[in-house]
């Protein structure tokens, strides 16, 4: 499966974006999907995932009541709602695709697809 991503930019402490992925298989909903992210000079972080019929989500404690994960399977895409951004959410964020189980949702290394990446830049 192809992935890509869109939808950062740049925006105010407290604004809100919305991240699409789009994916380029119609086996999507066989996917686990999730978002990461990756700051300048950081490791690249887990974010929020959501189970293959949208059944199940689950969000790092860090962006919890802030950002929301959603996918639609009739369109192929996930999507990732942020909301009351701050500086500290600056980073590249990724979308991902896995085949693997639930219990292992949140390391990177359960991905084996990866979108391009897309820069949200959120300035004080």
């Not at 999507?28 to 000079?41: C, E, K, L």
């Not at 690249?44 to 949208?54: L, T």
């Not at 929301?68 to 951004?85: E, F, G, M, P």
Request: aromatic share 12%.
């Amino acid at each position: 499966v192809q992935l890509q991503a869109f939808g950062g930019g740049f925006v105010q402490a407290g604004g809100s974006l919305r991240l699409s992925c789009a994916a380029s298989r119609r086996t999507y909903n066989n996917y686990v999907m999730a978002w990461f992210r990756q700051a300048p000079g950081q490791e690249r972080e887990f974010v929020a995932v959501m189970s293959r019929n949208g059944g199940s989500t689950d969000h790092d404690d860090s962006v919890k009541g802030r950002f929301a994960i959603s996918r639609d399977n009739a369109k192929n895409t996930v999507y990732l709602q942020l909301d009351s951004l701050t500086p500290g959410d600056t980073a590249v964020y990724f979308c991902a695709a896995s085949l693997g189980t639930w219990g292992m949702r949140r390391p990177v290394a359960s991905y084996g697809y990866w979108g391009q990446g897309t820069l949200v830049t959120v300035s004080s």
